[in-house]
């Protein structure tokens, strides 16, 4: 449950009513988390769909190092769907950047206000840690490009 000690919040590194929103208690929530290495540079991505029925306003969201980040809400609710949730925002995709290298947690959730009545839901896919390549690695083709088009030059006699 949202808003206690051992509740959600915790769970993603947040303090005590950091789930709260609009002036609303958050009652219950649910948090899947992922802690893993990254390196500076490297860009965190996923795509995301939100779903639910209800109407009040309960919202999805991904908390990256202990930032909570608000993916969608339901007061801003997309086309109804076919199918379990009455709404859905469809497939979107969210990315954000390591300045640094080390350790990070990521955490997907969702959070009820005001109510626990209906069902709300967050489906992820296609995580991935993308590694930039080094300036090193890119210096290092250009030079062997280089090399390579001298020799070129030099083997067709200009």
């Given at each position: ?35 893993f290495s990254a ?57 954000s950047g390591f ?5 990070r947690t990521v ?52």
């Amino acid at each position: 449950m949202a808003g206690f000690a051992r509740g959600p919040e915790a769970k993603a590194g947040l303090a005590v009513g950091a789930f709260d929103a609009f002036g609303l208690f958050a009652v219950e929530g649910s948090t899947a988390s992922q802690t893993f290495s990254a390196q500076a540079g490297s860009i965190f991505s996923f795509a995301w769909n939100f779903g639910t029925r209800e109407t009040a306003l309960d919202y999805a969201f991904v908390v990256i190092d202990g930032v909570l980040n608000t993916l969608n809400r339901a007061v801003n609710p997309a086309a109804p769907s076919s199918a379990n949730d009455l709404f859905q925002t469809g497939w979107r995709s969210f990315s954000s950047g390591f300045a640094q290298s080390g350790l990070r947690t990521v955490t997907f959730g969702v959070v009820d206000l005001t109510d626990n009545a209906a069902r709300t839901s967050l489906s992820i896919d296609q995580v991935q840690v993308s590694a930039v390549p080094e300036a090193d690695v890119r210096l290092m083709l250009l030079a062997g490009l280089a090399a390579m088009a001298f020799v070129t030059r030099r083997l067709k006699g200009g």
